[in-house]
């Protein structure tokens, strides 16, 4: 059917009529005027993609008039115009591609209908670790031990490039993907088939987000749902609450983006944003760079929201000139975003829309600080730090506590490595990273760190040999200009060599510590400390022996990897003594924002960014000698522990069942809040003595061969074994720290995939019992395809992560909510009766549902499929399922 809107369309310039667009302003309607900016872009895709059946004139009316039923739980559906994925949750996806082909075929289908739709692009940044460090080749030798380790991943990911259409692969070694995506991939405006429209998109990556710092409405979706909008979907989602953020005032001399970031982060964990979009205003605005903009934008998963935007003003359009952009594209980029109202200029409150609720931050009052040292929004002042430390010490176990007892708050343990002799305490610094997309693209804060290394090693400051130290760019354009402006070799003097292109410590690719630092940890049962500029410090993610992990910004990752500890006030104690015996305090090092500026402008140049990224997909020799398959269905090896075809759907048929009640479900697991996506399904390294261990074991492997559970996500066999694996999961069946439960039929303590299979094998089904947001953290698939592989029908928590919930919904997963006010405790749940969960032939969006104990007490939650569409992949018993059935139909 044609568009009900075609009337608004018409050219960008006269001169030019075959460039057209839809002139929103056109419509004639003054709400369009009042609308905040990020929701404008949602009323284009919808006015654009308006077909009357899967976008309807009733849904553009709904955007138009957010206002008034933005809080409501209205459905809209959204086409964004293109996926991103990064390698660890784009293997699973393209394994997923080619298991749909298989299927479709199966049913009479034609396979080739399998192929992205949307544009997709795939960055392979997750795969590189940080084996070796603080040495020449370490890039080199790091590198070479990523292509050994992940090449039949890679020929994998070759052979989708081929075999699909619309699907671009950027090789390893380039970068991070939000990096490589705001330096290099980010449109901004579209220009397609004769159309100009916003560029936006999802991504499987939480911190998709990134991009909404250059005007570019982003955010991060399962890898399930971003399948669906590779296949032609849209996203089916309840129109946000939009939380005007207004920035006022200029930072501090000394504050840097990450303090920003961090201060942001602790504010709007308290405001309440999740689910909702955060969009910036305010003169403070003007005043940050594009870069910093990113770095807020990055963050937005850690203060819960779901998008953070920032529209496009002049400072974007000079961001598009300085990283190379064609001019010529960039002229009319702007002119389009004119012509659609879509321009911003902060310092101009008139342009200032409506917002559901307007919060202010003034620059002025952000100081240093870090976040830690379990979460990324337990911010604390770098003043504080020293204090803040020694209280969590001795504080009862939690995200600010380790419960060491008082006469062991001195606890030393001395070590020797490499034939000298040192010392490490609690606070002792094993870790220090300059490290992810959140920091490493802003090169205010890493010619920071540089300036800083500098000033160190002129003052003769040392980093002590045992620390983990590391530097992984999130592209070369960073490594460019460091080299360039003269101080990368003070940065490889203290220990900051580059180690590899892509996420690594930050996503828990630290590789290991020296064997007599773990001894010592270990026999000391130390809090050692990881210092990150990442943006995630959960409990077990970055190293199993950091037990406190701070994020912080890359010249306090230098001063702390010089210090060794975090047990130090820097305002009162020197960082060390110069060989004139002098003490050196952090203030002597530090460099001035106006130091750090001048360097940029001289050597952060169009022209490295043209270099850089004119060659960036056919730079990678290992990569171009890859030879991979040419079919279009893939031939599956089964001696292949990486690229396995995944169960999902082996008793797949055309016809639809009625959904089923569940009925007598044993608890598999009883657990607490904030239990994050690293809980459920890691991506760090995989424990020698776990289930997937004794599997790939099994296989003929050795320790040295298992690599990462984030390697393996191509793998069912593997990744159902690492699920609820993190050694730090606390199930309150035991009541302590570990990847077990207990089996109540026979009152086993088993590892959690163990306990799953004895119940598969009875027949019996299986739910999680969980308190608040639940599945936080990474927008990790396999957090849902694992519990679904393990038997898992339903979860029942207090609340849950955005993401995760789509996931699970995604994967035929009930995701149950307990009513307002109640919990299990209320309730008197104690995880060991059994449980009947009543769903109707017809269930309805946020309905209650009735459960039933085997105690005869019964009680209703909410049943979280918050949308029509929703339901519908719930009767198909997922989102593929729903998609093979349309496409072989």
């Not at 490589?180 to 220009?191: I, K, S, W």
């Not at 305490?425 to 870790?431: A, D, E, N, Q």
């Not at 609820?724 to 035991?734: E, P, S, V």
């Amino acid at each position: 059917m044609s568009n009900p809107f075609a009337c608004v369309v018409e050219p960008l310039d006269p001169s030019q009529p075959v460039k057209k667009f839809f002139n929103l302003y056109k419509l004639g309607d003054a709400r369009y005027g009042r609308l905040p900016f990020s929701i404008r872009v949602l009323l284009e895709a919808a006015i654009r993609n308006c077909d009357e059946f899967l976008v309807k004139k009733e849904d553009v009316e709904n955007i138009l008039n957010w206002k008034v039923v933005q809080h409501k739980n209205v459905e809209v559906p959204f086409s964004p115009a293109r996926v991103i994925l990064q390698d660890l949750t784009g293997v699973p996806a393209v394994v997923d591609f080619a298991a749909m082909r298989d299927a479709v075929k199966k049913l009479g289908g034609d396979p080739e209908k399998i192929n992205p739709i949307c544009p997709a692009d795939l960055v392979i940044d997750h795969s590189i670790q940080v084996d070796f460090n603080r040495r020449p080749d370490s890039l080199q030798k790091n590198q070479e031990l990523e292509f050994e380790r992940n090449k039949e991943r890679f020929e994998f990911l070759k052979w989708g490039s081929q075999a699909f259409h619309n699907m671009r692969i950027i090789p390893p070694g380039s970068g991070i993907v939000h990096q490589v995506n705001l330096e290099y991939l980010a449109r901004v405006v579209f220009d397609q088939n004769g159309y100009y429209y916003p560029d936006s998109l999802v991504g499987t990556d939480s911190h998709t987000t990134m991009i909404d710092g250059l005007g570019v409405l982003g955010w991060g979706v399962g890898g399930i749902e971003a399948e669906a909008v590779m296949l032609g979907q849209p996203i089916s989602m309840v129109l946000p609450e939009v939380i005007g953020y207004k920035l006022v005032g200029n930072p501090l001399p000394l504050v840097t983006s990450t303090d920003i970031v961090l201060t942001v982060t602790k504010h709007l964990r308290q405001v309440g944003v999740v689910g909702k979009f955060v969009e910036f205003l305010g003169p403070g605005v003007a005043q940050l760079s594009i870069a910093d903009r990113a770095t807020i934008a990055n963050m937005c998963p850690e203060y819960g929201a779901t998008a953070a935007f920032f529209p496009v003003d002049e400072v974007s359009i000079s961001y598009l000139i300085q990283t190379g952009r064609d001019e010529e594209k960039v002229k009319r980029i702007k002119s389009y975003l004119v012509a659609v109202g879509m321009f911003r200029d902060f310092t101009n409150s008139s342009q200032d829309p409506d917002f559901t609720q307007v919060v202010e931050l003034d620059l002025h009052t952000v100081v240093p600080c870090c976040s830690g040292p379990k979460r990324p929004q337990d911010k604390v002042a770098v003043s504080e730090m020293k204090k803040d430390f020694e209280t969590c010490l001795g504080a009862k176990q939690g995200f600010k506590g380790f419960q060491i007892a008082p006469d062991h708050h001195s606890d030393h343990v001395t070590f020797v490595h490499n034939g000298s002799s040192f010392e490490l305490t609690h606070g002792s610094v094993v870790i220090a990273a300059i490290t992810s997309c959140t920091n490493t693209s802003n090169p205010s804060v890493m010619l920071g760190a540089g300036l800083i290394a500098k000033k160190a090693v002129e003052a003769g400051l040392t980093v002590k040999p045992y620390i983990k130290t590391s530097l992984s760019p999130g592209s070369g354009v960073v490594t460019y200009y460091l080299r360039e402006s003269g101080v990368m070799p003070y940065l490889a003097q203290l220990g900051f060599d580059v180690v590899g292109y892509g996420c690594m410590t930050c996503i828990g690719n630290s590789g290991p510590l020296p064997e007599p630092v773990v001894e010592a940890i270990t026999q000391g049962d130390l809090i050692a400390v990881g210092v990150l500029s990442g943006n995630r410090n959960f409990e077990g993610r970055i190293h199993p022996n950091t037990r406190a992990n701070y994020l912080a910004s890359p010249p306090l990752v230098i001063a702390y990897a010089i210090a060794g500890t975090i047990r130090i006030d820097f305002e009162k104690e020197p960082l060390g003594v110069s060989a004139e015996g002098k003490k050196i305090f952090l203030k002597d090092i530090w460099p001035t924002r106006d130091e750090i500026q001048a360097v940029e402008r001289q050597y952060v140049i169009p022209g490295m960014f043209k270099e850089v990224y004119q060659k960036i997909e056919t730079v990678n020799e290992s990569w171009n000698a890859l030879d991979a398959p040419s079919d279009k269905l893939y031939t599956w090896d089964p001696k292949s522990t990486y690229i396995k075809s995944p169960p999902f759907f082996e008793n797949l048929t055309l016809e639809l069942l009625p959904p089923k009640s569940i009925v007598d479900a044993y608890v598999l697991l009883n657990l607490g809040d904030s239990v994050t996506t690293d809980h459920i399904s890691p991506a760090g390294n995989i424990a020698r003595n776990s289930p997937a261990a004794r599997y790939l074991t099994s296989r003929g492997l050795t320790p040295r061969e298992f690599n990462s559970y984030g390697s393996r996500r191509g793998n069912d066999a593997v990744m159902v074994r690492g699920t609820f694996a993190n050694i730090r999961l606390l199930n309150k069946f035991i009541n302590k720290q570990a990847p077990q439960t207990i089996h109540f039929p026979s009152g086993e303590t088993l590892d959690v995939f163990d306990a799953a299979e004895r119940y598969k094998q009875a027949g019996h089904p299986l739910i999680v019992l969980t308190g608040k947001e639940y599945g936080s953290g990474s927008s990790r698939d396999w957090a849902a395809k694992g519990p679904f592989l393990l038997g898992i029908k339903a979860i029942l928590a207090e609340s849950y992560e955005r993401i995760h919930r789509s996931n699970l919904v995604g994967m035929g997963v009930i995701p149950l909510q307990y009513l307002p006010g109640e919990d299990a405790e209320s309730l008197g749940l104690t995880g060991r009766e059994r449980y009947t969960v009543v769903i109707p032939e017809e269930p309805t969006p946020r309905m209650n549902v009735q459960i039933k104990l085997d105690t005869g007490k019964t009680f209703q939650a909410i049943l979280r499929f918050d949308t029509d569409v929703e339901l519908a992949y719930f009767r198909n018993g997922g989102i593929l399922n729903y998609m093979i059935r349309k496409m072989a139909s």
